[in-house]
């Protein structure tokens, strides 16, 4: 599903990523791990167009998005979804205009709309949130919303990138919980975080990178660093 190969990419000629071959695929749950300003951000940015190899090749079904016009980018971007540590939700509309407008913005029309958030609201468990605020809900919630956002255009690919870096250990392991049912309906995952308890706890394939390259890729592997 997506394949890096040879990638290398610097910012001001510091090397953010270094010669990097990865090959994940469909249906996959990948913890991407390694310190602050190992390099998993950049693969992240990579990988959603956001920035351009210096050099190697990036393909996602066979779409080679190193060289993709800008203009193509917001396809591209319909097809995955992305969390991040910072959530940036709406702050003057509810849960459900939050997940709605994600759903506009791709073009989904009102029924449509109607019809799937109250799906989506459930896949995250929080149905009865509907029609609360974001100052309104816990920092877990908030981080539910953000990933039931991110699910709204049925995305066959959700990037990760520290969801539970603000969150207490209990709420942290509910979102990687709930990351995990995402996955087991089919959804490739790619979770980049340096949270060694939780990885070890997933028991899923760990990738890790130092200083932009990959020093391990491990089948059900745990966080060695």
Do not use: C
């Not at 969801?163 to 979102?175: F, H, Q, R, V």
């Amino acid at each position: 599903m997506i394949r890096f190969d040879k990638v290398t990419k610097t910012y001001n000629q510091i090397v953010a990523v270094k010669d990097v071959t990865l090959d994940i695929h469909k249906g996959e749950f990948i913890s991407l791990v390694g310190q602050s300003g190992a390099g998993k951000s950049t693969l992240i940015s990579l990988i959603i167009g956001e920035e351009r190899p210096d050099s190697g090749r990036i393909l996602i079904d066979d779409i080679d998005v190193s060289h993709i016009k800008r203009s193509s980018i917001p396809f591209l971007r319909r097809k995955i979804g992305v969390v991040f540590q910072d959530i940036k939700l709406l702050p003057k509309r509810t849960v459900f205009e939050n997940i709605s407008f994600a759903m506009e913005v791709s073009g989904d029309d009102n029924k449509t709309i109607k019809k799937e958030v109250p799906k989506i609201l459930e896949l995250v468990s929080l149905s009865e949130r509907s029609g609360a605020f974001p100052h309104e809900l816990s920092g877990g919630e908030k981080q539910r919303i953000a990933i039931a956002r991110a699910m709204a255009h049925k995305p066959v690919l959700l990037l990760a990138d520290e969801p539970t870096g603000n969150l207490d250990s209990i709420n942290a392991w509910d979102i990687i919980q709930l990351l995990l049912k995402i996955n087991k309906v089919g959804t490739t995952v790619i979770l980049a975080t340096h949270a060694k308890d939780l990885v070890n706890s997933i028991k899923k394939r760990v990738v890790t990178i130092e200083k932009g390259q990959i020093i391990y890729d491990q089948e059900k592997g745990k966080y060695v660093l």
